[in-house]
């Protein structure tokens, strides 16, 4: 099945930044739940696995060939990099900005909105799940 549009809630989060790391994928498209995923990345730092879980979600969309796909992140950081409103300065966030970017590349249109902690919490429950599960 295709789908014209899917609205995507990501969140990515280390216990001691650096730290055990796991990330946690919601993709909905309107109303129905059309994925869930979460995995344990190991050791990184709450920015990288904000940008790793932005990267899952991109490879499981690509499955499903959404035409246009809404992020949803609260990482503020994160998404006005994404957005290009800040320069990513970090080398180590550099190569997972450009993943990103390159992975956008195959959708018609990706746009990134920051919403409070309290809308992504299930992507939040995915992320503490996955730490749980790999350490």
């Known amino acids: 099945m295709t789908y014209n ?6 969140d990515g989060g280390a216990r001691g930044n650096p730290g055990p790391a796991g990330i946690g994928v919601v993709i909905w498209s309107g109303n129905e739940l059309v994925g869930r995923h979460k995995k344990y990345i190991g050791k990184a730092t709450n920015n ?5 879980a932005v990267i899952l979600a991109l490879e499981e969309a690509k499955k499903l060939e ?3 796909l ?14 290009r409103e800040y320069k990513v300065k970090d ?4 190569p997972l900005f450009v993943q990103v970017w390159n992975a956008s590349m195959g959708f018609k ?3 990134f909105i ?3 902690r309290e809308k ?13 599960l790999g350490t």
């Open 5 to 10: 549009k899917l609205q995507i809630f990501t």
């Open 109 to 111: 249109k990706v746009t």
């Open 70 to 83: 809404e992020f949803f992140l609260d990482s503020e950081l994160v998404v006005k990099q994404l957005n």
């Open 91 to 94: 080398k180590n966030l550099a």
């Open 114 to 116: 920051h919403v409070p």
């Open 48 to 52: 990288q696995a904000e940008y790793k």
């Open 120 to 132: 992504n919490k299930d992507a939040d429950k995915l992320v503490n799940e996955a730490i749980d």
């Open 66 to 68: 959404p035409v246009e």
